[in-house]
């Protein structure tokens, strides 16, 4: 096998094009194909002015592209262009499914580089102006997501997120009344200070103020969106918002 072309595992960060790093835009400027996941915005895309974009982004509860498609497009592409950019929305190795691509790229005897993104639960509290560790209220911070693969075996998410002081939960809204009632029947307070924050970083960027017993609620009312929710009493100082709120003009992130 010739195999000439470099796999490039690039995140695009939380959304804002102006947030993807100085690495992640000269590789799409050189970029011979781009293949891309739904959340990216077009803006980021559109720097790739001279490849061919090929979308396979998956959506929860839409059609997706399977993951092992995708693993055979990146190698079959290293071997007929010499740039080639998988593009992840965040960070490339948070919940981004980039160990199965490494995988696959790795056993072909392939070329690759990873080049990190903003991830969105950073890119979230940011958004609300609360640092996620802060001195005598919180030492540490968990990513997790509660959702499960089909085959998957089950995983005892509630315990890192009870040990947390700060924690951030991915792909959650739609499961937003279960995570609440299992928290708090295993321990956590009704009262603790939750945050949905919703499209991080865009001109749609909204956030919700609620405490953990309210989550379900607030989050099947309004949340259409790609969000993140944010746990722990760092979040308390967070301005109360109604179950709707508006728009905010323009992100916090300078």
Not at 33 to 51: E, G, M, R, S, W
Not at 137 to 161: I, Y
Not at 213 to 234: N, R
């Amino acid at each position: 096998m010739n195999v000439t072309g470099t796999v490039y595992l690039v995140g695009a960060g939380p959304g804002a094009p102006d947030l993807l790093t100085l690495r992640a835009a000269e590789l799409l400027r050189r970029a011979d194909i781009v293949f891309y996941d739904a959340l990216v915005h077009p803006d980021t895309i559109a720097l790739a002015d001279k490849a061919e974009k090929i979308a396979v982004g998956k959506r929860c509860g839409r059609h997706s592209t399977a993951q092992r498609f995708i693993n055979k497009r990146l190698v079959d592409a290293a071997q007929k262009h010499a740039v080639v950019v998988r593009l992840k929305g965040g960070d490339p190795m948070l919940f981004g499914r980039a160990q199965e691509e490494i995988d696959e790229i790795e056993q072909h005897g392939i070329n690759y580089q990873i080049v990190p993104g903003i991830t969105a639960a950073l890119a979230a509290s940011a958004s609300v102006g609360v640092s996620m560790t802060r001195r005598g209220l919180s030492r540490n911070v968990t990513f997790l997501t509660p959702r499960r693969g089909a085959g998957e075996k089950g995983h005892d998410w509630a315990h890192s997120a009870l040990a947390a002081d700060t924690c951030a939960i991915y792909m959650g809204v739609g499961e937003a009344t279960q995570i609440a009632d299992t928290l708090i029947s295993r321990g956590a307070s009704p009262d603790l200070p939750a945050v949905i924050v919703e499209s991080a970083t865009l001109h749609t960027e909204r956030h919700i103020t609620v405490r953990l017993a309210d989550l379900g609620t607030a989050a099947a009312q309004t949340i259409t969106g790609p969000a993140v929710i944010l746990l722990g009493e760092v979040y308390a100082q967070v301005q109360p918002s109604e179950a709707v709120v508006e728009p905010v003009a323009r992100s916090r992130i300078a």
